[in-house]
């Protein structure tokens, strides 16, 4: 029979007379180690058998070791913690499904590199100061920002800052020395009016997102460039929204009173394709028969039970998230990543609103 050593004996004697928490000395007697090869094999530093590393996780394990985590962030400038900042209202964004997917992959790939996610609202300009000295105070080891809106102050406030940050989307003209991970949307919005062309549509009207979103303005702009490629018209056929439903249902109707033989519409968002489809229900015409209509997101909780199932160009937000969070820890880890501005690919999802 094996013999255990000594070192694990003696702790193992010793554990039973105090109600103190185990210490980085605690795991590194039980393991057998020293004390730095133990704090090593814990950070996941270099220089570590893998014997040893399997003893003292081994032995954190056993006796419940947790480090201090206040007292490894002297050491390493780390504090595990990463800000998800949104710039967005609070209540848009707690209503936008789109920004619920984005936090849930958040979450899910910080958790899974160990690292835990603070979610922060900017709401007005004048929350920006409060939130640069948070992020530059010593709590979060980088940031995650959706700036969307163009003329936002926040993306050039944050270049001051001495943590990394990294954004989801182009947030307008200051993004050109940021690190951004976004889609592309001009191939997306092109993707929407060919499958439109190809069913021989053509009277195609647009709704919009709002004028100061960079994403909205290149699925505007894709739309447009598609069209008139085909010599189909473009003039007056557009009608902004603000990627709420209310907002896709008031866009729709104008565009019937303005151009009642329309015969297909893209709409820039799934919220706003929504109340689209309500709107030409209203208006008795009949989906696709009478209106094909695609939408921009493909999000799972409307494109699929939409009436009728909504054809919507794809997008993968926790593929966006996972790039943002890869580009953050190169960062962290002093690399250079290879590009500033990732653009992910886009496809079209075809169901019944615009084939029967």
């Given at each position: 029979m094996s013999q255990a050593r000594p070192g694990r004996l003696s702790y193992a004697l010793r554990v039973g007379s105090t109600q103190d928490r185990p210490t980085l000395e605690d795991v590194a007697a039980y393991a057998g180690v020293s004390r730095s090869t133990a704090s090593r094999a814990l950070?996941?530093?270099?220089?570590?058998?893998?014997?040893?590393?399997?003893?003292?996780?081994?032995?954190?394990?056993?006796?419940?070791?947790?480090?201090?985590?206040a007292a490894r962030s002297l050491v390493t400038k780390r504090t595990g913690a990463v800000a998800l900042v949104l710039s967005e209202p609070e209540s848009k964004v707690l209503d936008d499904p789109y920004f619920l997917i984005v936090m849930r992959a958040a979450f899910r790939e910080l958790a899974n590199r160990g690292s835990q996610m603070l979610v922060m609202f900017v709401d007005a300009p004048d929350d920006i100061p409060r939130t640069m000295k948070f992020l530059d105070g010593g709590h979060v080891d980088g940031a995650l920002v959706f700036a969307p809106h163009s003329g936002d102050p926040l993306p050039v406030a944050l270049k001051l800052l001495r943590?990394?940050?990294?954004?989801?989307?182009?947030?307008?003209?200051?993004?050109?020395d940021l690190y951004t991970v976004d889609y592309d949307n001009v191939a997306g919005a092109r993707l929407a009016v060919e499958h439109l062309i190809g069913l021989g549509r053509g009277n195609i009207v647009t709704i919009s997102g709002p004028e100061d979103h960079p994403a909205a303005l290149d699925r505007l702009t894709g739309w447009r460039e598609t069209l008139a490629a085909q010599g189909l018209p473009t003039a007056g056929r557009a009608a902004s929204g603000d990627?709420?439903?209310?907002?896709?249902?008031?866009?729709?109707?104008?565009?019937?009173?303005?151009?009642?033989?329309?015969?297909?519409?893209?709409?820039?968002?799934?919220?706003?394709?929504?109340?689209?489809?309500?709107?030409?229900?209203?208006?008795?015409?009949?989906?696709?028969?009478?209106?094909?209509?695609?939408?921009?997101?493909?999000?799972?909780?409307?494109?699929?039970?939409?009436?009728?199932p909504l054809t919507s160009v794809h997008q993968e937000p926790a593929e966006q998230v996972h790039q943002m969070v890869e580009i953050l820890h190169e960062l962290l880890s002093g690399q250079s990543p290879a590009n500033r501005h990732e653009v992910l690919p886009v496809s079209l999802t075809v169901r019944e609103s615009t084939q029967r």
């Open positions: 950070n996941e530093e270099m220089y570590v058998s893998p014997k040893a590393r399997e003893a003292v996780l081994a032995a954190a394990r056993d006796l419940g070791y947790s480090p201090n985590q943590v990394p940050v990294v954004f989801g989307g182009r947030p307008g003209r200051s993004g050109s990627f709420t439903q209310t907002g896709g249902e008031a866009a729709m109707a104008r565009l019937l009173d303005e151009h009642p033989d329309l015969d297909a519409v893209f709409v820039a968002s799934d919220p706003m394709a929504i109340g689209a489809l309500r709107a030409l229900r209203m208006a008795g015409r009949r989906i696709p028969e009478d209106v094909a209509v695609v939408g921009f997101d493909d999000n799972p909780s409307l494109a699929p039970v939409s009436d009728p």
